[in-house]
Nanobody
Framework: QVQLVDFGGGLVQAGGSLRLSCAASGRTFSSYAMAWFRQAPGKERDFVAG??????LYADFAKGRFTISRDNAMNTVYLQMNNLKPEDTAVYYC??????????????????WGQGTQVTVSS
């Protein structure tokens, strides 16, 4: 069982940056593939970025602006977001699953979720 707590959201102006963090409980964090999703009001929860032992995967809108990373010693995964746009406004969720070497992009492929952290980008 893994428990995830995500934080670091806030209000930022367009063009600004934020770093989200997701702290995981448990001693097997390194064996989990981790991902970030986001959900804007009235929309589906969409994949943003993911990391497994084989590499990374980014949604097209995140490429070149967002960077996912992890610190297994700290049981934490991060999402560095640069050049933020108003359309990035959403609740961001971290997610985890047993690492199979793949980075799934479907919400249903992840077993563990954080509670979400609000990111608001003003124009």
């Amino acid at each position: 069982q893994v428990q995830l707590v995500d934080f670091g959201g806030g209000l930022v102006q367009a063009g600004g940056s934020l770093r989200l963090s997701c702290a995981a409980s448990g001693r097997t964090f390194s064996s989990y593939a981790m991902a970030w999703f986001r959900q804007a009001p009235g929309k589906e929860r969409d994949f943003v970025a993911g990391i497994s032992w084989t590499g990374y995967l980014y949604a097209d809108f995140a490429k070149g602006r967002f960077t996912i990373s992890r610190d297994n010693a700290m049981n934490t995964v991060y999402l560095q977001m640069n050049n933020l746009k108003p359309e990035d406004t959403a609740v961001y969720y971290c997610a985890g699953r047993r690492d199979s070497g793949l980075v799934p992009t479907a919400r249903s492929d992840y077993n563990y979720w954080g509670q979400g952290t609000q990111v608001t980008v003003s124009s």
